[in-house]
């Protein structure tokens, strides 16, 4: 059957609408995320699924507050993912899911041991729902050939429940054993064939009450910011040059304050190029800048993405 012919404007806002960018650390989608297009506007009813690998080698990717030092440690990281672009009363939204399975192997210390560790599993799984509260209306397939971007207001809220390979028995896991909820805010605005891009977050962690040693660890909340410039190309393509400095998340050990307050810094870029009308692939790369808690890591990513229903 052939597809309805759709307007140059929509057809790269559509191929824009990135649902999930599998950026570095967004396997794990913790607060060192660098995600651009969070929240692009898209036709409503559209369903996105994304394969992808993620590779990453230094400090601890996915819980930057683990007791380790010295740390020389790769992960390669499988994500599946879904989203699918809402109507809610009126304003654009979305629901997306993110599965990682993850292989971390290499060396760290603790309180001064050396210590190995090799391990696969299942890391947490993160959940969300977003909301565009200005700027970007719920739009059928049609409306949406003659929109174009101005400013777009969005909020989300990111749950992930402690799901995931953990062995309280082993001080690095690839799941944390905890829920976390991470509230967001985010502003989008274009000029022309840029846009720009600022995310305010803040990640609130539940208690691990089966730590390392029968201990309960707790806590405090990461906020994080993330700044991206992104221009778009007139065949679809899009690049964007990232920035995310994160801040906070100092954790207790049964109530014993840890000097592990973070302050870190990461920069990074995508490159998404379509190929044909429904599918896309996206590249991705990120390193520390710097990292008071000495997590800094290198990543590397690579996602395939195709898109279908909402009149496409």
């Known amino acids: 059957m052939r597809l309805p012919r759709v307007g140059a404007c929509a057809v790269n806002a559509i191929r824009l609408a990135g649902a999930l960018v599998l950026a570095v650390s967004a396997a794990n989608a913790w607060a060192q995320d660098i995600e651009p297009r969070a929240y692009s506007n898209a036709p409503v009813g559209v369903n996105f699924l994304i394969a992808g690998v993620v590779r990453t080698r230094g400090g601890l990717s996915f819980d930057s507050s683990i007791p380790i030092t010295d740390a020389k440690l790769e992960t390669t990281s499988l994500v599946l993912a879904y989203a699918r672009s809402l109507d809610v009363w009126g304003k654009s939204g979305k629901f997306d899911a993110i599965v990682p399975y993850t292989r971390l192997e290499g060396t760290a210390d603790y309180l001064g041991q050396p210590l190995e560790r090799q391990v696969e599993g299942f890391a947490r799984p993160a959940f969300r729902i977003s909301v565009n509260l200005h700027g970007a209306p719920a739009l ?23 799901w995931g390979q953990y062995d309280a028995d082993r001080i690095v896991n690839i799941s944390s054993h905890r829920w976390s909820f991470k509230p967001e805010v985010g502003l989008s605005k274009a000029i022309g064939s840029w846009t720009l891009e600022l995310q305010a977050a ?109 009149g496409l």
């Open 202 to 310: 803040a990640t609130y962690f539940a208690d691990n009450g089966d730590f390392y040693g029968g201990t309960t660890r707790s806590q405090d909340p990461l906020y994080s910011l993330q700044g991206h410039v992104i221009y778009g190309f007139a065949s679809g393509k899009w690049l964007s040059v990232d920035a995310t400095y994160f801040t906070g998340g100092r954790s207790r050990i049964d109530d014993v304050l840890n000097n592990d307050l973070q302050q870190n810094w990461r920069v990074g870029a995508i490159l998404a190029i379509p190929v044909g009308p429904l599918n896309s692939i996206k590249f991705s790369a990120s390193s520390g800048v710097s990292a008071r808690t000495g997590n800094n890591f290198d990543a590397l990513g690579v996602a395939w993405q195709y898109r279908w229903g909402g």
């Open 140 to 162: 059928g397939l049609k409306e949406f050939r003659t929109w174009k971007q101005d400013l777009i207001i969005g909020a989300s809220l990111q749950v992930a429940p402690p």
